[in-house]
């Protein structure tokens, strides 16, 4: 095993999110007297909240609605004390193994920083992982902002990594993309929110806890 640090993703990855975040989308969709008829057939967790609401709402969708949804899924997440998300089995118990190792890891999500900074307070993992990055912690003059992929290139000048050192452990095709463009080794979490093509782009692909341990008696 050459690879010291480890960027994990967090919704759909580190746990299961999907029910407070819809929870919380819809209440501020409700807010803002805003309609959605196929939300529960078409929302993904994982995507940046103004992305998302570009796919939901294509109709209606501007720079200044995806804002008020923005602020009003804020108001709703951090408060509801995320009382249906659970953590995935097994996954922390890794996280705890690469730092028993020496290894470094780290969470990087486009979720929002105070809602993730929260989530990591109630589970614990501020005292697990080296650090928690979210694309709302660093933006860009230009692009607002940082993508993943942006994200993923901060982090590394910050701890002086080099991508052949990283892994990104994620479940959709936003962490492998971000991945590749930094020539980062990638992993695919089956039990997440990605489909199987998207899943079909990480580098490698695991179906559950028992696989990222595997992945410690191998090269990659």
């Known amino acids: 095993m050459t690879k010291n640090f480890w960027f994990f993703d967090l919704d759909g990855t580190l746990a299961d999110t999907d029910r407070d975040i819809r929870v919380a989308w819809l209440a501020a969709l409700d807010d803002l007297g805003v309609e959605c008829p196929n939300f529960e057939r078409d929302f993904i967790a994982g995507p940046p909240i103004e992305e998302m609401a570009q796919r939901l709402l294509p109709g209606i969708y501007t720079p200044e609605l995806g804002q008020k949804i923005r602020s009003g899924f804020g108001r709703h997440y951090d408060n509801d004390g995320f009382l249906n998300t659970f953590e995935y089995p097994g996954v922390l118990d890794f996280v705890r193994d ?123």
Do not use: P, Q
């Not at 000048?157 to 452990?169: H, P, R, T, W, Y």
């Not at 079909?200 to 806890?209: C, I, L, Q, S």
């Open 98 to 220: 690469l730092k028993a190792s020496g290894m470094k890891a780290y969470i990087a999500t486009n979720k929002r920083y105070v809602g993730a900074k929260a989530l990591a307070a109630k589970f614990g993992w501020d005292k697990i992982f080296d650090g928690l990055y979210t694309g709302d912690m660093h933006k860009d003059d230009e692009i607002g902002k940082l993508r993943k992929n942006a994200l993923l290139r901060l982090i590394m000048k910050e701890i002086g990594a080099a991508s052949d050192e990283c892994v990104m452990v994620g479940d959709t095709i936003n962490d492998f993309s971000a991945a590749k463009e930094n020539g980062i080794f990638s992993v695919g979490c089956a039990w997440g929110y990605g489909k199987d093509e998207e899943l079909g782009e990480a580098d490698k692909r695991v179906e559950n806890a028992a696989g990222l341990f595997e992945l410690l008696n191998e090269e990659i």
